[in-house]
Structure formats: C-alpha cells, structure tokens
C-alpha cells in the first residue's frame, strides 16, 4: 500500500494506519474472498475520516505495435541487421508482455538498414 498522509496529520495516524496494515490478510487473499478495493479501504480507514474521489475501471492491454518492433530493431546497430539479412532470415519479437509475436521479413530489414 502506498500512504501519503496530509499535512495537518500527526505521527500517531501514520503508526495505527501501519499497525492496522500489519494485521490485515494479504491484498490477493482479500480480493480472491470476493472483498472489493471499496471493502479493503474501510477496512484500512475504519476510524479514519476518508472519501474516495474516484474509481476507474482497469483493463489489461499492451501498447506493442509492429511500428515499435521496427523501431526496436533499428535500435539493434548496423552489424546485427546486416547479421540478421545474411542469414536470410526474419526477426521475430515476442512481447514480454503480452506475448503477442511480430515478424519481421528480410526485404523490412534491408529497409531499415539502408535508412541507417
């Protein structure tokens, strides 16, 4: 958990605020027990004034694209493009991700190594 206490707080919040997250059951436990992140706050604040200015649902999503592939293999330097395009072969990435794989093919490669 993450605290940022206000400025008009004292120490002795910061201490029962630590000592109250010490004796809760861990976040996954928690939430796999059907608790909300709603729930697991008033658990933490139960006798502190709070209000929560917002929720925003998440998602899981990736922002790889084959233009970053392409960036990234530039990044590589001429010797290894020019390793990659002896060989004949395509370069393939895998995102670590979100494992998605892009291949690159050899004529891609000797555009990227002619713009260098």
Do not use: N, W
């Amino acid at each position: 958990f993450l605290l940022q206490l206000m400025p008009e707080a004292d120490d002795s919040m910061a201490d029962r605020l630590a000592e109250r997250l010490s004796t809760l059951s861990p976040t996954t436990t928690m939430l796999s027990q059907g608790l909300t992140p709603e729930a697991i706050a008033a658990r933490i604040l139960e006798d502190f004034p709070y209000h929560i200015l917002g929720s925003t649902e998440l998602t899981f999503s990736c922002s790889c694209s084959q233009r970053q592939t392409l960036k990234l293999l530039r990044s590589l330097g001429t010797e290894e493009l020019d390793r990659l395009i002896e060989e004949d072969s395509e370069a393939s990435v895998t995102c670590e991700y979100c494992k998605e794989v892009y291949t690159v093919k050899v004529d891609t490669l000797q555009e990227i190594r002619a713009s260098l």
